[in-house]
Every structure is written in structure tokens, then in C-alpha cells.
């Protein structure tokens, strides 16, 4: 129990450092100088400059009503973290609203514009809740019309990214595709982390001898899959193991060592972890 809570803690710390990063990129980076990144908070950025209405009530105007719609598919955990965030970032919103921007330099604003908002929102995600509402609303497309979510996102930040042209200008436009690049990596990098791990799956005409050099030489925990050839039908044991980007080319080469022939198959895997016990408390909210 006391575990739970400390996580919790834990949890809405970062929920709450998530989201005032999103606001310091929002108010002091990107909105005085006329850049947006896409989604709602671009919407929210291209309304207070025409209509000098506050971030922060663009962004409540447009998320919460999302949350509404999706809170039936994404669960009430979601719901209540989202919501959290949100507020704690229209409060971050409000006390920044007057201060001065940090930089007018293109090229500060864009990089750490760009980071800020996406190292925010990733943090944000990664804990469980939501700061942009145009994600929640692919999900729900998707559920009802069968949509792709990428497919979505790309086109509706396509339209969002084409009307900032017409609001700031070209340049600023092309400005602002480099900050949604940005954004999109380092939410990316959030989600996936900076190591990232790689399953592999080995088939080896020595599999026993593969294995042991392995796990021998470096020390690699394997775990040998059942498998046989899909034209001989003979039996024919799969190795797989996890192992990081750093350490594949080592885990290749000694592999090939042993048998050239071998085949590998590396795939990028975005979370790894050990197993847990098994728990019959309710999730924290």
C-alpha cells in the first residue's frame, strides 16, 4: 500500500512538472513570437493573437468537452489525470500570461520552444494523462469511423499548420513545422526512452551452442521458444532475449561466431520491464 502511494506521488509530481513545462513553452516561447507546434495548443496560440483571448481558455474550451466524449473509452483513471493536468496547466497559464518573453531569437524559440511543449506533454502522456485534446479525438474517431489515428492527426495538424500561414505568415508557418518536428521527437523520446532495447529472435542450426555462448560470454538472459520448420516440420528451438542498442553489435557478432548461417531479427521494443506480483488493489487514480 505504501508503495502505491509513494508511485502515486510520484506519478502526479511529474504530471505537475509536465504540465507547467507546456505552460513555460506555450506563454513565455512560443506564443509572443508567433510560432505554434499543432493541435489544440496551436489553435489556442493563432486565437489569442487574433482575438487576444487567453491560452488557457482555449485550451479549457476545446479539452474539456473532449475529455466528455471520451471519457467512456478511455477510462476513468485517464479522465481524472487529464484533468488534473490540465488544470494545473491553465494555472501555470494564468501566472505567466504577463510576463516577458524568454527569447527572440528564431532559433532559441524554435529549439526550446519545441522542447519544452514536448518534453512537457510527453512527461504528461507517459503518466497517464492528456494536455492536447486532438490525440483523444483520433482515438475516438478511429473507434467510430474506422480512421486511422496517424492518418487523422496528419491531416487535421496539416490544416491547423496551413492556417497558422495565413494568421502569422509563410515564414512564420515554416517556422512552426520545424517546432512540431521537435515536439514530435521529443515526445517520442519521452514514450520510448533514449536507450532504446531491441528484441531479437535468433534461428540457428545450434541453437544449444548459440544459447550458451550467450549467456557465458555476455551473460545475456535467453529464453528458448518452441518452434519447427515450415518445411521439414522439424523441430528447430528459437532464442530470444532483450537486449540495448549498444550491446546488439556484440550479441551479433558472437552469434555469427558461432554460426554464420544464423538468422537474426531485431525489432525496437518502446518498454521493457520484470515481472510484477500480482496485485488485487484498485489502480491509483
Not at 46 to 73: D, E, R, T
Amino acid at each position: 500500500m505504501l508503495n502505491t502511494w509513494i508511485q502515486k506521488c510520484v506519478d502526479y509530481f511529474l504530471l505537475t512538472f509536465g504540465a507547467i513545462l507546456v505552460a513555460i513553452g506555450l506563454e513565455l516561447i512560443l506564443a509572443p513570437n508567433n510560432l505554434v507546434d499543432g493541435g489544440v495548443t496551436a489553435i489556442a496560440i493563432m486565437c489569442k493573437a487574433l482575438w487576444s483571448v487567453p491560452i488557457w481558455v482555449v485550451l479549457l474550451g476545446f479539452n474539456l468537452p473532449i475529455v466528455a466524449l471520451v471519457a467512456k473509452h478511455l477510462g476513468r483513471r485517464f479522465v481524472i489525470r487529464t484533468l488534473y493536468s490540465n488544470v494545473v496547466a491553465t494555472l501555470a497559464l494564468t501566472y505567466l500570461q504577463p510576463k516577458p518573453a524568454i527569447t527572440s531569437s528564431e532559433l532559441l524559440i524554435v529549439l526550446y520552444g519545441g522542447l519544452a511543449l514536448g518534453l512537457g506533454v510527453g512527461i504528461v502522456v507517459k503518466n497517464g494523462g492528456a494536455i492536447d485534446g486532438t490525440e483523444m479525438i483520433a482515438v475516438w474517431v478511429n473507434k467510430h469511423f474506422h480512421i486511422p489515428i496517424s492518418t487523422f492527426l496528419l491531416g487535421l495538424n496539416a490544416v491547423i499548420l496551413s492556417g497558422s500561414a495565413f494568421v502569422f505568415g509563410l515564414e512564420q508557418a515554416m517556422l512552426s513545422i520545424a517546432v512540431f518536428f521537435i515536439v514530435s521527437k521529443s515526445i517520442d523520446m519521452v514514450l520510448d526512452g533514449i536507450n532504446r532495447m531491441f528484441a531479437v529472435m535468433i534461428i540457428s542450426e545450434q541453437p544449444e551452442l548459440v544459447g550458451k555462448v550467450l549467456m557465458e560470454e555476455g551473460s545475456h538472459r535467453i529464453t528458448f521458444i518452441s518452434a519447427a520448420g515450415g518445411y521439414s516440420g522439424n523441430p528447430r528451438p528459437m532464442i530470444y532475449c532483450i537486449t540495448d542498442r549498444f550491446v546488439y553489435p556484440r550479441l551479433k557478432e558472437m552469434v555469427l561466431r558461432v554460426d554464420p548461417t544464423a538468422i537474426l531479427e531485431a525489432s525496437l521494443v518502446t518498454e521493457t520491464e520484470g515481472l510484477r506480483a500480482r496485485s488485487t488493489a484498485k489502480p491509483s487514480l
